[in-house]
């Protein structure tokens, strides 16, 4: 049984590495086989079990929700947030949707393609007091961009450092947490000149012992923020 039914989803940056392909699209608008990135991280949260989506816009949201609200009526509750400052970090998108979320919720990315099984899975977790739990990849090597990657350092099951430019690592961020509302509080303490992304609420999270990984094992996922990796995605990504 599911331990959570909301879902928060970011995607309100502006997406500049998209634009050889996106135009002036949004990037969440950007077409995978045939249908929008994001319908395809919402299709899959959906058949994982969650019914209501809190999602974050900002560039060009107008599009993004005009979309969804002629293509899925009836099909999913949406809650949209509007993010002006869309080009500050993603942590800052993440607290302008704390009012949205009533307990605790998956957190998505508006460009992380996954397996529902992975979702389901993590939304089926326990959380204690003020904790979050990330899926983790364990399989470094495999992936398509480490460079661009963030990454991942374990003792046990606790997450001890976390970032893209961290020197040792064992496992990779999919982009896939489960949240109590505790984590806009980290957001928040780990904001400066009021800005911050999510890494740093992570690393205050970690730094408390209150982020544990769970890993996906082989399941598939991508993150398709640039041309190469949505072709590399096109190639490779095989959905269960």
Known sequence: MLNV??????????????????????????????????????????????????????????????????QWKGKASFTWVENPDYHKHNGISALKARSALRGNFLLLMADHLFEPETARKLARERLAPREVVLAVDPNVESNFDIDDATKVRRIGDSIVDIGKEIAEYDALDTGMFLCSPALFDDLEAASKDGNCS???????????????????????????????????????????
């Open 198 to 240: 999510l890494s740093d609420g992570m690393r205050r999270v970690a730094s408390d012992g209150r982020l544990r990984a769970m890993e996906i094992g082989d399941a598939p996922w991508h993150d398709v923020d640039t041309p190469e990796a949505l072709a590399h995605a096109e190639d490779n990504l095989v959905y269960a």
């Open 5 to 70: 039914k909301q879902c928060l989803i970011l995607a309100a940056g502006n997406g500049t590495r998209m634009r050889p392909v996106s135009g002036s699209l949004p990037k969440p608008l950007v077409e995978f086989r045939g249908r929008p990135i994001l319908e395809h991280v919402i299709d899959r949260a959906r058949e994982a079990g969650i019914e209501e989506f809190v999602v974050v816009v900002g560039y060009r949201g107008d599009l993004i929700r005009e979309w969804f609200e002629s």
